[in-house]
């Protein structure tokens, strides 16, 4: 589904059934932070196996070609609940195709639908919420989306599209207090991405960066006092807690019972562990979560090689990011062996070097797409610009006549390389493509 943060959590929302969720403490609301590209197809493999997102992914996105999107064999969490938790029961999706394009041998059930998506999801729904037959029901809703991109964030339309989606809330936690079969079902309301004042998203404005991610249940009252909702809007479209988008992989995997998938550098959202049995219980998870991490980490730079005898014993004064983060998970290794000497009486020192050794690597792991390497992309527009002077005189050099046509296509290219550098302009590049080549071919023509 498609929920920009303040669509749920602001006082202009009508979310009205899932901000009354909160305040009861049925609900806990988070804002998860995405990184660039905030397209759907990135955002689905985030939210799914965690693996890095590039801007290969903008071609994919509209390239409507299964073989080309096809992750098939991907360790996700759809692949790990799928062969770790109840093999006799089917897991379901309804909504748009990228979904099953991308993980087509998860789904045990599905339908897609390209003319009224929402309409056809809605169809399924009170029919998926009488069997007991699944173990994982995912909805896709898009309609927020498509208003969005027709009439803006502020649309005219927006605010009854909210109340239909509230609606979803409605039925799915009624059934879950009212059906025995669903007494132990998770909901989870979230958002692959948001999006700028004008309905379009692909860049890494706060607006299009937050989305929210309400975790619903009537068991989270257990842990749960509830929350003021709605609140006051804000310019950071930050509400509540703040966390990653892909902390949702190992949450998941820790509150529903399975592994955490290979590549993933989540980490488990801390305000549920509280739902775990026991001390030892919590502690294991976390250092379990730690240990993936640092696995990734190890494939990624080969950090147990790095030196750390620069380190201090803080792991303050280490000579590189790789030795930082090698000196911490030292300390937790060591912290883990105080813990099983003396258990709970070192148990607090040992959740917070956990704490600080996964927000660490996490960091470092997650590199935004955006931190460029300015002198290869210098050298890389010097060649290109060689290239077009060498091309420029070779053609002077020749008898041809002046074709009008090809010096209006240089010109537009020359522009488009100009907006690259700008961040909003590369957010509304469709508008260029709309525009460029049909002023091209007038131009050209005469």
């Known amino acids: ?40 197809l990135s955002r689905i493999k985030a939210l799914t196996q965690v693996t890095s997102q590039s ?22 969490w759809l692949s790990r609940l799928k062969s770790e938790r109840d093999p006799e029961k089917k897991m379901v999706f309804y909504g748009v195709d990228m979904w099953t394009m991308l993980y087509p041998e998860i789904w045990d059930r599905h339908e897609i639908d390209f003319t009224e998506v929402d ?75 948001g999006m700028n004042e004008k309905g379009n998203h692909g860049g890494d404005s706060p607006s299009e960066t937050a989305s929210a991610m309400t975790f619903i ?36 995997a820790g509150l529903l019972g399975f592994s955490i998938p290979v590549s993933s550098v989540g980490i488990f959202i801390s305000r549920f562990l509280d739902l775990l049995p026991s001390l030892d219980a919590k502690l294991q998870l976390l250092l379990k979560n730690a240990g993936r991490m640092m696995n990734v980490f190890e494939m990624k730079y080969e950090a147990m090689s790095s030196d750390t005898n620069s380190c201090s014993s803080h792991c303050g004064e280490c000579s590189s990011e790789e030795s930082r983060v090698v000196c911490q998970w030292g300390k937790v290794k060591r ?29 470092y792991l997650s590199v935004p797409l955006n931190n460029l390497s300015f002198p290869h992309l210098s050298a890389g527009i010097a060649c290109i610009a060689t290239l077009m002077v060498l091309l420029v005189k070779g053609y002077s050099l020749t008898e041809a006549p002046c074709d009008f046509g090809s010096i209006v296509f240089i010109v537009i290219m020359a522009v488009h ?28 023509s005469f």
């Open 1 to 40: 589904m498609f929920t920009y943060s303040d669509f749920v959590y602001a006082e202009n929302s009508s979310f009205t059934f899932t901000q009354n969720l909160i305040r009861l403490g049925a609900a806990i609301p988070f804002t998860a932070q995405a990184t660039s590209p905030t397209l759907t």
């Open 217 to 252: 249940s009537p068991r989270l009252k257990s842990i749960s006092e509830g929350m003021k909702s709605p609140v006051p809007a804000t310019n950071n479209y930050q509400y509540y807690s703040v966390i990653n988008q892909i902390d949702i992989v190992p949450t998941l």
């Open 335 to 363: 912290a883990e062996q105080d813990w099983k000497r003396s258990r709970n009486d070192s148990s607090e020192d040992l959740m917070c070097t956990i704490s600080d050794f996964s927000t660490r690597v996490q960091e």
């Open 417 to 444: 390389a100009v907006t690259t550098f700008v961040p909003w302009l590369m957010a509304e590049e469709h508008h260029f493509w709309m525009v460029g080549p049909s002023w091209h071919s007038k131009v050209g």
């Open 119 to 193: 309409s056809n999801i809605t169809r399924h729904l009170a029919d998926e919420l009488q069997s007991d037959d699944w173990k994982a029901l995912v909805l896709h809703y898009v309609g927020l989306d498509n208003i969005a991109h027709f009439g803006g964030s502020r649309g005219s339309y927006i605010p009854q599209k909210q109340a239909e989606m509230d609606d979803v809330v409605r039925q799915i936690y009624k059934a879950i207090e009212d059906e025995p079969h669903l007494q132990e079902t998770l909901l989870i309301l979230t958002g692959d991405h």
């Open 55 to 76: 801007f290969l992914d903008a071609l994919l996105n509209v390239l409507h070609n299964a073989d080309a999107r096809r992750l098939e064999g991907e360790d996700t």
